[in-house]
């Protein structure tokens, strides 16, 4: 029998440290185990899912192609956080892709057996209902950046994001595994405004900026420039 000791990371998801123990490990008794090699496709934007994920060990990156053929990467999945849960409740085809960003190992709870899980236990309704939420807290926050606020503060804004949901903590400060080309999906910016941005705040001692790798110096300073 799977055990959270097992996998602690999942309750890093909204509601999940509150559940009982006996709740969550019937839900990881319905896991199964995926791995992917960086760049390999979990499904792609436009495909009908069966299963909602946890990504357990590396990242995965959900993003959307627009019909003029733009790139946006909308979020990085990692340190055991659910994604796919949209699928789950309109059963509809999902409206962005998810692949590996780096080698991943990924837990996936097929529809069918979580729905009975569910329905025997409504509680775990109001976590997942909270994990909607909050995704969808982040994409108003999204686009009401993109109307109102600059560059610079969206840029903060989501760099503090990626930190709290995936960053690890070293001796310099908080180090996100994330490429300049892919902030300026994040943004809709071209690769040289985040370089010359990053290299502004690297030269005020912010950040350090090295290859696919942002290390935060002063995380009060970016606090301070998103909220400006």
């Known amino acids: 029998m799977a055990s959270i000791d097992d996998y602690p990371l999942?309750?890093?998801?909204p509601g999940f440290a509150d559940l009982d123990r006996e709740v969550v490990e019937q839900m990881l008794d319905?896991?199964?185990?995926?791995?992917l090699e960086p760049g390999q496709t979990l499904y792609s934007q436009g495909q009908r899912t069966t299963s909602v994920y946890a990504a357990m060990k590396g990242t995965m990156r959900l993003g959307l192609t627009t019909p003029e053929g733009r790139e946006f990467v909308l979020a990085y999945m990692s340190n055991g956080l659910l994604f796919g849960e949209s699928g789950f409740f309109d059963r509809l085809p999902m409206h962005h892709g998810a692949a590996a960003l780096t080698e991943v190992e990924l837990l996936a709870f097929p529809f069918k057996s979580l729905q009975e899980l569910l329905d025997k236990h409504p509680i775990l309704y109001k976590s997942m209902s909270l994990l909607l939420a909050r995704r969808?807290?982040?994409v108003i926050e999204?686009?009401?950046g993109f109307s109102r606020d600059g560059f610079e503060r969206r840029?903060?804004?989501r760099i503090l994001l990626l930190a709290s949901t995936y960053g690890v903590q070293q001796d310099e400060g908080v180090c996100l595994?994330?490429?300049q080309e892919e902030l300026g999906a994040m943004l809709g910016?071209?690769?040289q405004s985040i370089y010359k941005t990053l290299k502004r705040w690297e030269e005020e001692g912010w950040v350090k900026s090295e290859y696919g790798a942002l290390t935060l110096l002063s995380t009060e300073a970016i606090t301070a420039l998103s909220t400006a």
């Open 30 to 35: 319905l896991a199964q185990t995926i791995t």
């Open 10 to 13: 999942l309750l890093n998801n």
């Open 142 to 144: 999204m686009l009401t």
């Open 177 to 179: 595994q994330v490429a």
């Open 136 to 138: 969808t807290r982040i």
């Open 189 to 191: 910016v071209t690769r």
């Open 155 to 157: 840029l903060a804004k």
